[in-house]
């Protein structure tokens, strides 16, 4: 005899809806964190290599740092356009903005770590008294690159 969700009571239900919500409000929550960490380090590793130059009164750091922020954001809502989740299509745009998110998450990654090595090297840590400076500045940028790029996509391929 297969079970019957008619069966259990309403509470039941509502709960298991309550936990898919839940659930979903968490992921959202962390896709947010890691846009505006994504967005600081971006910016924060720009405005080193490119200064103060502006265009229009802002500057070139924060315009590509929004851009950049902007096709992570570009390819989520690509997932939740009607169409776009279908299987065994191949629509060729859909295929160049993959290509797009991934070269940017990528950028994304090398620019996360520049600016955490800046970070590192311009605040003296406890963790010195651990571990030489020399290991942090190597170990430290390239752990936290990889994991905000791991994550990213994780979290990206959870909403598709």
């Given at each position: 005899?297969?079970?019957?969700?008619?069966?259990?009571?309403?509470?039941?239900?509502?709960?298991?809806?309550?936990?898919?919500l839940?659930?979903?409000?968490?992921?959202?929550a962390?896709?947010l964190?890691?846009e505006?960490?994504?967005?600081s380090?971006?910016?924060?590793?720009?405005?080193?290599?490119?200064?103060?130059?502006?265009f229009?009164?802002i500057?070139?750091a924060?315009?590509?740092?929004?851009?950049?922020?902007?096709?992570?954001?570009?390819?989520?809502?690509?997932?939740f356009?009607?169409?776009?989740?279908?299987?065994?299509?191949?629509?060729?745009?859909?295929?160049?903005?993959?290509?797009?998110?991934m070269?940017?998450?990528?950028?994304?990654?090398?620019l996360?770590?520049?600016?955490?090595?800046?970070?590192?090297?311009?605040?003296?840590t406890?963790?010195?008294?651990?571990?030489?400076?020399?290991?942090?500045?190597?170990?430290?940028?390239?752990?936290?690159?990889?994991?905000?790029?791991?994550?990213?996509?994780?979290?990206?391929?959870?909403?598709?």
């Amino acid at each position: 005899m297969s079970p019957n969700t008619s069966y259990y009571p309403t509470f039941l239900r509502q709960a298991r809806l309550q936990r898919g919500l839940v659930f979903g409000v968490i992921i959202l929550a962390a896709l947010l964190a890691f846009e505006v960490f994504n967005y600081s380090t971006t910016e924060y590793a720009l405005t080193d290599l490119l200064g103060e130059l502006r265009f229009a009164g802002i500057r070139w750091a924060t315009i590509l740092s929004i851009a950049f922020c902007g096709i992570d954001f570009a390819g989520i809502a690509r997932l939740f356009t009607p169409g776009s989740s279908q299987y065994g299509t191949n629509h060729r745009e859909t295929w160049y903005l993959f290509g797009a998110w991934m070269l940017a998450a990528t950028m994304n990654a090398m620019l996360t770590w520049w600016g955490v090595s800046l970070a590192v090297i311009n605040h003296q840590t406890l963790g010195n008294a651990f571990i030489g400076q020399e290991v942090l500045v190597r170990a430290v940028p390239i752990f936290v690159a990889l994991m905000v790029w791991l994550i990213r996509v994780l979290i990206i391929g959870t909403f598709s």
